[in-house]
């Protein structure tokens, strides 16, 4: 696949294929910011067939769309293409983690971000974070020299930073908490206590969106997924946050907590914990709405939110609580 430049006013496809003897190959809009699955379709047909209905165009295209794994329930063949893929990750997960042991050794300063994979258990996972982060409180060393002199130079930043964003397959659960929809991972089992656990999550969001970031509604969204390693996600500005994280790191810890009042529950450290986390959660997918990439300017993005909203964040901490968190509308 290559891309070419075009002037999108003389030419609405997307893409066009061309083919010799020898090669088939398929041009794309060098403009263009995702795939036009019916363009290709109908470039493929066009290829295949002298004259076909439109029909196959959308059968191609519905296709083309669709993840492997929801193709392979079908009962689409698909297996060799499923090789493929992990064998596609595994290659450039080896390929990154090898120029980040090079870059390191060469000191060029490259950011170089973990692979993420399948999380089962997130409260492991903190645990093991945790763990880190006090052990990288240790690693500072003092300065004793009396004169601190460093000539100008130009700082190199390449992000290689790479993520196995997972196929999804979720569903639209059909009660709203407190104004947020839950989309639901095909497969996850559906129970009260979950349900219940989004009315919490939703109560902490809807709090912190009207109150300290003053942002829409609309644009908060819960999902339920069963071992993606995503707590949170910024899909065109929409955000999304998982609730599984929720339950496995917060739910049973604040649970003998719910029903406190709002002048105890400004002293109880775990609400404290939660209030925080989402805070700075919601600043980060704000900060995707400047920068989609995790470097320079994404951080600047995100101190200079965090910053801005850290006083009306404290202040509406002293009066949150969880006791009305079962009420239809937020007090």
């Known amino acids: 696949m290559y891309r070419w430049s075009c002037d999108s006013s003389t030419n609405s496809s997307s893409c066009a294929l061309e083919y010799n003897k020898n090669n088939v190959v398929l041009y794309f809009q060098k403009h263009i910011h995702a795939f036009d699955y019916i363009d290709i379709a109908s470039e493929l047909v066009r290829f295949i067939f002298k004259k076909s209905p439109d029909t196959i165009v959308h059968t191609i295209s519905d296709k083309l769309a669709s993840p492997l794994e929801t193709l392979k329930r079908r009962g689409i063949p698909v297996d060799r293409l499923l090789q493929y893929k992990q064998q596609y990750i595994r290659s450039t997960v080896q390929m990154i983690e090898q120029k980040s042991e090079l870059n390191n050794n060469n000191d060029n300063h490259e950011t170089h971000a973990k692979i993420n994979g399948c999380v089962e258990d997130f409260n492991h996972q903190q645990t093991k974070n945790d763990t880190k982060l006090f052990s990288m409180l240790n690693t500072g060393r003092e300065y004793t020299q009396t004169k601190f002199i460093q000539q100008e130079y130009v700082k190199n930043e390449i992000d290689h930073s790479c993520e196995v964003v997972p196929s999804a397959n979720m569903t639209r659960y059909k009660d709203l908490f407190h104004s947020i929809p839950l ?13 219940d656990q ?6 902490v969001l809807i709090g912190l969106a009207n109150h300290v970031f003053k942002i829409s509604i609309e644009t908060l969204h819960l999902f339920r997924d069963i071992n ?3 707590i949170a996600f910024n899909d065109r ?9 929720y339950e496995q790191v917060f739910a ?12 105890s529950s400004s002293s109880i450290p775990i609400i404290h914990t939660i209030f925080n986390f989402y805070f700075i959660l919601i600043c980060h997918e704000l900060a995707h709405n400047l ?7 994404f951080i600047h993005h ?14 509406f901490l002293q ?5 009305n968190y079962l009420q239809n509308n937020f007090i």
Request: hydrophobic share 45%; charged share 15%; no cysteine.
């Open 183 to 195: 989309y639901i991972q095909q497969d996850v089992l559906i129970t009260n206590k979950m349900l």
């Open 198 to 203: 989004a009315k919490q999550l939703a109560w």
């Open 228 to 230: 993606g390693a995503r």
């Open 237 to 245: 500005h929409a955000l999304f946050f998982n609730l599984r994280y």
């Open 252 to 263: 049973d810890k604040v649970q003998p907590y719910l029903q406190a009042t709002s002048s």
């Open 291 to 297: 920068e989609m990439a995790h470097n320079s300017n």
């Open 302 to 315: 995100l101190q200079t939110i965090a910053v801005k909203f850290m006083i009306e964040k404290d202040l």
């Open 319 to 323: 009066q949150f609580s969880f006791q």
